[in-house]
């Protein structure tokens, strides 16, 4: 695992308080993700391949007992929260917000085809410039409609307990970056998250904290949206 602050919160009485968690899970393979081709909000299934990275994923998130899950409606989200729900017996609440971003003409295109037809919107998308990839949505505007979820949820939380969030590795990365209080254009700083691993934010005395980053695996490529 990626450890980047694995500090706990002070004691209080006679016992320490960890905080709440936010584990944010990136789904499991799909075929796009091999053909490096962007999903954004398009509805694809998980291989055989991605499902076993869930279902293994979903064995070593379960020790960390979480209280709740919350996942995308899009299928690779869905199927792979469902795996958590099979090992801990929670129920998964679905939600559209936390759908990848929207890229419009973007959608389905390899990278290569991406580079070729729309390189300088993603040259300036890389130099942190608000664009409108394919003429979706923006960055902030995926942060606008998926942070305010996540929140919601760690608002149910009791005091030390752990959401997990299923989502989407663009959709992800937006959201750290808005919980983390980062100007949106170093929200690239953020490396991306390979299949089915996961980043987990604390709760600290100045807000939330980044405690680990592209964890769960043994380093791979990222294979995705965000890249």
């Not at 299934?45 to 064995?59: F, K």
């Not at 929140?151 to 970056?177: N, Q, Y």
């Not at 996961?198 to 769960?216: D, I, P, Q, T, Y």
């Amino acid at each position: 695992m990626s450890a980047i602050d694995t500090g706990t919160g002070a004691g209080t009485g006679g016992g320490k308080r960890t905080g709440r968690k936010i584990v944010l899970w990136r789904h499991g393979q799909t075929a796009w993700n091999l053909e490096r081709r962007f999903q954004g909000s398009t509805d694809i299934a998980l291989t055989e391949d991605g499902v076993a990275q869930a279902r293994r994923a979903a064995r070593l998130l379960a020790s960390l007992a979480p209280e709740a899950i919350v996942a995308s409606d899009l299928q690779r989200a869905a199927a792979t929260a469902a795996e958590l729900a099979a090992v801990t017996g929670l129920s998964v609440e679905h939600d559209e917000a936390l759908r990848e971003t929207y890229a419009g003409a973007w959608q389905g295109l390899t990278h290569e085809e991406i580079l070729g037809k729309y390189g300088e919107q993603y040259a300036a998308w890389k130099r942190g410039e608000p664009v409108r990839r394919g003429g979706g949505e923006l960055e902030t505007e995926v942060a606008d409609r998926a942070a305010p979820v996540v929140l919601k949820h760690v608002d149910r939380l009791s005091e030390d307990g752990t959401l997990v969030v299923v989502s989407h590795g663009g959709t992800i990365r937006t959201t750290i970056g808005r919980l983390l209080g980062l100007e949106s254009r170093d929200w690239e700083g953020l490396g991306g998250l390979s299949n089915c691993c996961w980043s987990v934010l604390g709760e600290g005395a100045r807000g939330w904290r980044l405690l680990e980053h592209n964890a769960g695996t043994l380093p791979e490529p990222v294979l995705g949206d965000d890249v």
